[in-house]
């Protein structure tokens, strides 16, 4: 099997300079990539910032023959962290929306800043980069896109309402852009990462956090950025070693009444719930024209009187 490589190609990552981002900009550079570590610098809740992150690895990346830029900007400011790529390599090819905070309450506990911060790195932060570097990949017909969403958005948990909410978000906007761009060679996949960083060091246990080294991931999100790689506005989860997709099932359900002309009564959707949510013989569907096709399916049997 040849080496997966990345020579000519301009990898921005966000947030590189610490945990998976670090990871991902170490990797990208030792198979070829010019890498853009961009960093605020800041704590983990988002207050602070320093050059000190993105700087320590850049030199890493230098000390190892590769070549890279630091960037200090917020996400919030995607446009500028897209200009340092464009100002120092004159093109982007892939982006990593990677750059994250957290700000743990139990919902009650949320205040407006909290949330609003956590919406901004996370959300917003992708959707300006993204933004930014969209009309560079179109002109070139080539680009490659990962948001970073969490097992928090995808299955909930306690104390992170704020972070689910903009996670879950990131996997909505991830679907459309993965639609756009398809026809420009776009692609923008969701990667659900679990390991140990500064994010996760109170939350597991000592030799969960030892084994899940954030490493192990850098590879998935590498190859899902390859040309080579088809995939498109997949979810895929990774951690620990493992990486496997994800799908929204959809129970095959009930229909809740007799004919088109029958209005449907709660105590028909009560006397059908078992139905309803029997996820046996669910599906994943593939796209919103298929929901409207099972729809018209459901509407012709109606008219069938089935
Ligand atoms: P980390 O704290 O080690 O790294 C995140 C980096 O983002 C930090 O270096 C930080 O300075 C930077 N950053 C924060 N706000 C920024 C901003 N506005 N602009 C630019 N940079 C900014 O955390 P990590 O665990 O490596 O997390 C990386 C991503 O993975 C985050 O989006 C996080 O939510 C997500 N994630 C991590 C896990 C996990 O298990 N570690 C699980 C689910 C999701």
Request: hydrophobic share 40%.
């Amino acid at each position: 099997m040849s080496d997966l490589r990345f020579d000519g190609r301009v990898v921005v990552v966000t947030g590189a300079g610490a945990g998976l981002g670090r990871t991902y900009a170490l990797l990208f550079a030792s198979r070829g990539a010019k890498v853009v570590v961009n960093d605020l610098g800041g704590g983990r809740d988002g207050d602070g910032k320093s050059s000190k992150a993105a700087d320590n690895v850049v030199n890493e990346i230098k000390t190892r023959g590769g070549t890279a830029v630091a960037d200090y900007n917020s996400v919030v400011e995607g446009e500028k962290i897209i200009k340092t790529a464009i100002d120092n390599f004159g093109r982007v090819d892939v982006l990593i929306n990677n750059a994250g905070i957290l700000r743990d309450k139990s919902f009650m506990k949320i205040t407006d800043h909290d949330w609003d911060l956590i919406q901004a790195v996370h959300l917003k932060g992708s959707f300006k980069t993204t933004q930014a570097a969209f009309p560079v990949f179109k002109k070139q017909n080539y680009g490659r896109i990962i948001m970073t969403a969490s097992t928090s958005g995808l299955y909930g948990n306690f104390g992170q309402a704020n972070y689910s909410a903009a996670k879950m978000g990131l996997v909505g906007l991830a679907n459309t852009v993965a639609i756009e761009g398809e026809r420009y060679n776009i692609h923008c996949n969701i990667i659900v990462p679990t390991a140990a960083s500064r994010l996760t060091q109170d939350i597991m246990p000592p030799d969960l956090f030892e084994a899940l080294k954030p490493d192990l991931i850098a590879p998935v999100v590498a190859y899902l950025c390859h040309e080579s790689c088809l995939e498109n506005g997949a979810i895929i989860e990774s951690g620990g070693g493992w990486a496997g997709k994800c799908q929204i099932l959809r129970a095959n359900g009930a229909i809740l009444r007799k004919n088109l002309t029958e209005d449907v009564s709660i105590e028909n959707v009560q006397k059908l719930w078992e139905q309803i949510i029997d996820t046996k013989n669910g599906k994943c569907l593939g796209s919103g024209r298929e929901v409207v096709i099972a729809l018209v399916e459901v509407l012709e049997k109606l008219r069938n009187g089935d």
